[in-house]
């Protein structure tokens, strides 16, 4: 595991094609992360998120990797924060289910402040985000 990553694995007892959907569908997306525009899982999709609280508030991506049912990898930049994020969601199927591996790269936790803020989104990720994907695949 790399210190300076957010590295956090879950399991859900439902086929990789339905995780899939989940995290390719706009109005999936919409659900349990954040409004998607002009997003098709296909490398060099430019596209970005708005935050439901201010239009202004965007987060701009591109799909660097995108294999069905596999890998979906965007980069993250945030307007508010000085650095480019990757995030990358890897899925296979175990059992009865898929197990999906969340990463996201790019910090330099050499910065204090950097640091601070991987530690603020792992805490996100695994305390609200991921959650409420749970709650959009098993629906």
């Known amino acids: 595991m790399d210190p300076a990553a957010v590295e956090l694995g879950t399991f859900f007892p439902r086929p990789p094609e339905t995780v899939w959907r989940a995290l390719t569908e706009p109005d999936l997306l919409e659900r349990w992360l954040l409004r998607p ?4 899982a296909s490398v060099g999709t430019r ?26 990898t965007y980069s993250w930049i945030y307007s508010q924060a000085p650095a480019r994020w990757v995030v990358d969601w890897t899925m296979r199927p175990q059992g009865n289910g898929t197990r999906l591996l969340l990463t996201q790269t790019g910090f330099d936790i ?28 098993h629906h």
């Open 37 to 40: 525009t002009g997003f098709t």
């Open 47 to 72: 596209f970005r998120f708005t935050t439901p609280t201010s239009s202004s508030d965007e987060i701009a991506c591109e799909v660097l990797a995108a294999q069905r049912c596999a890998q979906l």
């Open 110 to 137: 050499r910065d204090r402040r950097q640091k601070m803020t991987r530690n603020a989104m792992e805490r996100r990720w695994k305390r609200l985000v991921l959650p409420r994907l749970g709650e959009v695949i």
